[in-house]
C-alpha cells in the first residue's frame, strides 16, 4: 500500500505556543487529504479535508483560524494548532487517497499520527 | 441514527477461533466499504477494502458485502493474540467522493 509520513510524531508545547505538523505522501500524488483528531478511548474525528491548491473545507465545530491547514503541493499538507491549548492535547493524524493511476479506487492510507501534549 | 455502526465490544475470541466484526450502514448509495485495524496508540492501517457484494478473502481474512442489507463484516480465521485491535469500518458514501464515514469501531480480544 502507499505510504504516508508525518512529523513531528510526538511534540510537547507550552500553552499559547503554535505548532505545525506535516503530512507527505511518499510514493504518491494526494490531491486531497484529510485531517482526523483522536482523544484517548474514542474513534476518529474528521477535522477537515486538504485540498491541493484550494482552502481547506473544515467539518462543524472545528475553527478553521485555529487549525490552519495548508496543502501547497501534490505531496504535502500542514495543519498548525495556532495558540495551542491543553485542550487541543490529542493524537492528530492525517490520511491521503491515492488518485495516480493504477490506484485502487477510493483506498486511504494514514500517516502514523502525531501525538500533541500541550502544558 | 449513525451513519456507519458497530458493536463497540468488547469482542473476546480463543486463539485459533473465528472472529466476527459487524458493520452496518445507513447510505444505501455507499459504494466503497473498507475495514481499518488500529493498535492502542497507532493510526488506523488498512487491511481489507470491498466494493461489490459478497466475499473477498485476503489470507485469514474475509469481507462480506450484502448491500441489500447494508451490512457488511469482517471475518478473521485462525485468530491470533496479534490481531487484538479495535477494528474500524469505513464506508464511502455517494455524494461524498473522497470522504470516509467511521464508525466508532469494535475492540477486538484474542486470549492465548
Known amino acids: 500500500g502507499a505510504v504516508v509520513s508525518q512529523h513531528p510524531s510526538w511534540v510537547i508545547c507550552k500553552s499559547g505556543t503554535s505548532v505545525k505538523i506535516e503530512c507527505r505522501s511518499l510514493?504518491?500524488?494526494?490531491?486531497?487529504m484529510f485531517w482526523y483528531r483522536q482523544f484517548p478511548k474514542q474513534s476518529l474525528m474528521l477535522m477537515a479535508t486538504?485540498?491541493?491548491?484550494?482552502?481547506?473545507?473544515?467539518e462543524q465545530g472545528v475553527e478553521k483560524d485555529k487549525f490552519l491547514i495548508n496543502h501547497a503541493s501534490l505531496t504535502l499538507s500542514t495543519l498548525t494548532v495556532t495558540s495551542a491549548h491543553p485542550e487541543d492535547s490529542s493524537f492528530y493524524i492525517c490520511?491521503?487517497?491515492?488518485?495516480?493511476?493504477?490506484?485502487?479506487?477510493?483506498?486511504?492510507?494514514f500517516g502514523p499520527g502525531t501525538r500533541l501534549t500541550v502544558l | 441514527q449513525k451513519e456507519v455502526e458497530q458493536n463497540s465490544g468488547p469482542l473476546s475470541v480463543p486463539e485459533g477461533a473465528i472472529a466476527s466484526l459487524n458493520c452496518t450502514y445507513s447510505d444505501r448509495g455507499s459504494q466503497s466499504f473498507f475495514w481499518y485495524r488500529q493498535y492502542s496508540g497507532k493510526s488506523p492501517e488498512l487491511i481489507m477494502s470491498i466494493y461489490s457484494n459478497g466475499d473477498k478473502e485476503d489470507g485469514r481474512f474475509t469481507a462480506q458485502l450484502n448491500k441489500a442489507s447494508q451490512y457488511v463484516s469482517l471475518l478473521i480465521r485462525d485468530s491470533q493474540p496479534s490481531d487484538s485491535a479495535t477494528y474500524l469500518c469505513?464506508?464511502?458514501?455517494?455524494?461524498?467522493?473522497?470522504?470516509?464515514?467511521f464508525g466508532s469501531g469494535t475492540q477486538l480480544t484474542v486470549l492465548p
Open positions: 486538504s485540498n491541493e491548491g484550494s482552502k481547506a473545507t473544515y
Open positions: 490520511s491521503a487517497k491515492d488518485t495516480g493511476q493504477g490506484a485502487v479506487y477510493n483506498e486511504q492510507f
Open positions: 469505513a464506508v464511502n458514501s455517494a455524494g461524498s467522493a473522497r470522504q470516509l464515514t
Open positions: 510514493d504518491f500524488q494526494a490531491t486531497t
